[in-house]
């Protein structure tokens, strides 16, 4: 009994969840939209993904530099003689610049060991240091420097994904708003006509009015009805195209219900009044900010880091190695002065006569940068273009909306005079029915317009990278 009131105290606590998630969407704002699209598409998800994928690589590349302990053991018996029992612990310690110190001790003994080596117990401390290739650059410290770049290359390609992400979003939201109010003009329009078939069918039956007459206004009801169903579908499937932006925190698409509202329905109508952006401050911003560009300037970023670990192949490898050495396993405590007694040390030097493979290398580098250099500059173009082709159809939409509602307004005045000169006798429904046709194709010409100027204005701030802050 117990189990079942969980269980359906869960489901309860689920459906208030669910019903709240739905509530959100009653009424949606281009901000909520946005926010909810950041924080909940999968898309966006995937992106911050990105992140933890390359922190998870700058972890990995600090494993080059951690500490190494490893053990050598070896004994051999032949025949009843014991040859040699050899232990080698042995701690190395990689550091940035290149230079391993390592710590370790021995135990050797035996009937018959090698003649080189120190019977019995003995310890030593020493530091290997390149002195030519590998001392400025080597292949850890390159990998390390590559994956903390690509860690703010990452931040850079979730801002870039986001931009594109909220442009289409930010689309599907003004689309959805554009077909929400051509179905409230077109509903305002049935309701007028419906008003008006009951006023002439009125007059016709106490003869004021011809037969004909009816059915002209009957004709232009039947038509806007017609036109209000077109327009409800097309509200509907724009509220089915950003539902495809909206998801839950628990990755659950949500569905906007049919009565929900936009709640910026009526912010375009001041597009008139807007201000214009400046021109040279969207492209300064791009120059410095979009993703696109920044984007290059990681891969720049990797590639001199490439550069400089090629430019390693064109120089001679000279290691230094020294060990002080002590008996028994304190080698602070029983080692002599430094390069008087119980010490080793060695060269090694490695030239390649002609270094072919090193200057090949190095110069396929070079060419990787000059190469990522031009596509920088190309894609420059290309942002700066768009930046400017968005900024002159902003101004050409600003200034069609404003032609188009002065245009409104005169055929809104040519109806209303038209609809006075029907009731006073002087002229016919014909002529009002075609006055109201051109004003609501007006009215609905003036939202695709302003519709498209909100588009447009987001894709001008896309185009900037500016839709993520």
């Not at 969407?25 to 966006?44: F, G, W």
């Not at 302990?69 to 040859?83: L, P, R, S």
């Not at 401390?125 to 850890?140: E, T, V």
């Not at 050409?396 to 307004?409: I, P």
Request: glycine share 4%.
């Amino acid at each position: 009994m117990i189990t079942r009131i969980y269980i359906l105290f869960g489901l309860l606590c689920l459906a208030h969840v669910e019903t709240a998630a739905q509530d959100t969407l009653k009424q949606l704002s281009i901000e909520q939209v946005m926010e909810i699209v950041k924080r909940n598409h999968p898309v966006a998800k995937q992106a911050s993904l990105l992140i933890d994928k390359a922190k998870a690589d700058v972890t990995i590349a600090r494993g080059g530099f951690d500490p190494q302990f490893k053990n050598e053991h070896a004994q051999k018996t032949f025949d009843g003689v014991d040859y040699y029992n050899y232990n080698r612990p042995e701690i190395t310690i990689p550091t940035w610049f290149g230079i391993e110190l390592s710590t370790g001790i021995e135990n050797l003994n035996g009937a018959r060991t090698d003649p080189q080596e120190t019977n019995g117990r003995t310890s030593y401390a020493g530091i290997s240091i390149p002195l030519a290739k590998n001392l400025l650059m080597d292949k850890r410290r390159a990998a390390l420097k590559s994956a903390k770049i690509f860690v703010g290359a990452s931040v850079t390609e979730q801002r870039n994904i986001l931009n594109n992400l909220l442009l289409d979003a930010a689309k599907a939201y003004w689309y959805w708003i554009q077909y929400y109010r051509v179905y409230n003009i077109l509903n305002e329009a049935v309701i007028v006509n419906e008003k008006r078939a009951e006023l002439v069918k009125t007059g016709y039956r106490l003869g004021d009015r011809p037969a004909i007459d009816t059915t002209e206004a009957l004709t232009q009801l039947q038509s806007f009805q017609v036109m209000r169903e077109n327009a409800w579908m097309q509200y509907q499937n724009a509220g089915l195209d950003l539902s495809v932006y909206l998801w839950s925190a628990d990755n659950q698409l949500l569905t906007i219900p049919q009565d929900a509202l936009p709640a910026d329905a009526t912010r375009i109508d001041a597009i008139s009044k807007d201000t214009l952006p400046v021109l040279e401050n969207l492209l300064d911003a791009a120059r410095k900010n979009h993703p696109e560009l920044r984007l290059y300037d990681f891969k720049l970023d990797v590639l001199e880091v490439e550069r400089k670990l090629k430019f390693q192949q064109l120089l001679p490898s000279v290691n230094f190695r020294f060990n002080q050495l002590a008996k028994g396993y304190n080698v602070w405590k029983t080692s002599g002065p430094l390069l008087e007694n119980n010490f080793r040390y060695g060269f090694y030097v490695g030239i390649p006569l002609r270094f072919s493979e090193g200057r090949g290398e190095y110069k396929k580098a070079k060419l990787k940068i000059t190469e990522t250099k031009l596509g920088l500059d190309l894609k420059r173009a290309n942002v700066e273009l768009k930046v400017k082709s968005y900024f002159n159809e902003l101004m050409a939409l600003k200034n069609q909306v404003v032609l188009q509602e002065r245009a409104y307004s005169n055929y809104l005045v040519l109806q209303r005079g038209e609809e006075t000169r029907f009731r006073a006798g002087e002229s016919s429904l014909f002529l009002v029915n075609a006055r109201e046709n051109k004003t609501l194709e007006a009215i609905q010409k003036l939202q695709e317009l302003r519709t498209k100027y909100v588009v447009t204005l987001n894709a001008l701030q896309w185009a900037a990278g500016l839709l993520v802050p």
